[in-house]
């Protein structure tokens, strides 16, 4: 970036349009908060008062993956918890990021057993990995900044294809969603 | 003030197949045969007020070096006189035999109990409505906290994530 002026004229700021974008995506994130166990309560305290999230810019935790770009796997992802997790990661439009809160959704943590998945990142890239179980807020607040390091440097983004074809990060075929799953919902008996 | 009852020495006294076990509890525990389970918990019920199943729970003895292999373990509660008592059911591991007669009619909170001693164990339950997995999903093969479950196997629901 820089400010040219000229005399007579108003200074303007020049820049390259993915700076500027990688500049804004970074303090306007929508978390959504993918609290399954205990971590989700952690995650509470990093939006509440004493944390405050906000000042980073990525306090509107939205709960339907269409309109967040930030997905926060805060907890234990048991093997049938993970095809929704990965539904709901599909589901969320690009660019996007994944943070992986505490040992459990990292790797499974002490959930060494038949029904946990041994770490998201089996089913779903992940950006950062927060150690901890769970971990403090200011972990969480470290990794937040860490990962608006790398948006606004951006490069993960345009090598997520090559890294996709390398086998590096998962591949993440984008299923139809099923028939069942589209279909409108009133013929739910209502209670 | 009146004397608490001994519910478990009425129950001794009416049912005198019924064998004592020490649970290292306060409360009284006995070992019956499963045939005998839906009279004795019938009376239990109906006469002695325990109006709660609290719990329905399953061991898995094979390593404790006990038979039968699976003891199923029953856990009622009465609101009136706040008490508590144990039944215990052996179960043999042949898969004929694997099986004790269903609490439903009795007791609304055995349906879910039961599934979850079907799921983790495999016990049968003779009578139940709607035996079925309530915590593994469908196509979970075998019953995980049997101790010959390897607890290295994994069964992934989208393939490859074990
Ligand atoms: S990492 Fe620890 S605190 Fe977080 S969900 Fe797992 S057990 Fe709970």
């Known amino acids: 970036m820089g400010v040219k002026s000229g005399p007579g004229s108003d200074p303007i700021l020049t820049t390259m349009l993915d700076t500027a974008l990688g500049w804004a995506r970074k303090f306007s994130l929508f978390p959504l908060p993918y609290g399954t166990a205990c971590c989700g309560i952690e995650y509470m305290a990093v939006v509440g008062s004493r944390y405050d999230v906000s000042r980073f810019g990525a306090e509107v935790v939205r709960f339907s993956p269409r309109q967040s770009d930030l997905l926060i796997v805060a907890g234990t992802i048991s093997q049938k918890m993970a095809p929704v997790l990965k539904r709901i990661y599909d589901q969320m439009l690009e660019p996007k990021w994944v943070i992986s809160m505490g040992v459990c959704a990292s790797s499974g943590g002490f959930y060494d057993n038949y029904a946990t998945l041994q770490g998201i990142d089996r089913i779903i890239p992940v950006d950062i990995y927060i150690p901890g179980c769970p971990p403090r807020p200011e972990a969480v607040l470290d990794a937040l900044i860490m990962l608006m390091e790398k948006i606004e440097k951006g490069e993960d983004l345009a090598q997520r294809p090559s890294r996709v074809a390398q086998g590096q990060l998962p591949v993440i075929d984008g299923e139809a969603p099923s028939e069942e799953a589209t279909r409108p919902r009133s013929h739910v008996k209502q209670h | ?162």
């Open chain 2, 1 to 162: 003030m009146t004397e608490p009852r001994n519910a478990g020495k009425l129950l001794q006294e009416k049912f005198s197949y019924l064998k004592e076990f020490d649970l290292a509890t306060p409360f009284p525990g006995f070992f019956l045969p499963g045939d005998n389970l839906v009279e004795v918990a019938r009376y239990l019920k109906e006469e002695l007020s325990f109006d709660l199943l609290a719990d329905l729970s399953c061991i898995d003895a094979s390593e404790l070096e006990r038979t039968p292999r699976f003891e199923v373990l029953y856990n009622f509660y009465s609101l009136k006189e706040r008490d508590r008592l144990f039944l215990k059911v052996g179960v043999d591991e042949a898969e004929k035999k694997c099986r004790v007669p269903s609490l439903c009619p009795l007791y609304a909170t055995a349906n879910w109990y039961e599934r979850e001693v079907w799921d983790m164990f495999g016990v049968r339950f003779d009578g139940h409505p709607y035996l079925k997995r309530i915590l593994m999903y469908e196509g979970f093969e075998g019953h995980p906290l049997r101790k010959d479950y390897d607890i290295c196997h994994r069964q992934p629901l989208i393939p490859g994530a074990d």
